[in-house]
C-alpha cells in the first residue's frame, strides 16, 4: 500500500474529552508542580501537547496498525494458498 503524504490529521479532542484533559493537566499541574495556571495558561498547554507532542504518538500508532495489518494479511494469504487445489 503506498504511504500517502497529506497533511496529518489535525488532532483534536470532542468539547468534554477537552474539558476532562483540561482539568486532568491542571490536577496534575497542581499536585506535581505546585503550580496554579489559569484556564488559558492550561490551555496552551494542553495545545502545545497536541500540536507537538501528540502526533508522534498518533504516526507510531498508525505505524503499528500497519504492521498488524500486513502480518495479519500475510497469514490469510499463506491460508489461501493452502486451500487452493491443484
Not at 496554579?36 to 498518533?58: C, M, N, R, T, W
Request: charge should be negative; avoid cysteine; proline fraction near 3%.
Amino acid at each position: 500500500m503506498a504511504a500517502s503524504r497529506t497533511k496529518a490529521p489535525s488532532l483534536t479532542l470532542a468539547p468534554e474529552q477537552e474539558r476532562e484533559a483540561l482539568d486532568a493537566l491542571k490536577r496534575f499541574l497542581e499536585e506535581r508542580f505546585e503550580l496554579q495556571l489559569g484556564s488559558f495558561e492550561v490551555a496552551e498547554v494542553l495545545e502545545v501537547i497536541a500540536k507537538d507532542i501528540a502526533p508522534h504518538y498518533y504516526n507510531r500508532a498508525i505505524a503499528d496498525v500497519q504492521l498488524h495489518l500486513s502480518e495479519r494479511f500475510e497469514s490469510i494469504e499463506s491460508d489461501l494458498w493452502a486451500l487452493e487445489k491443484s
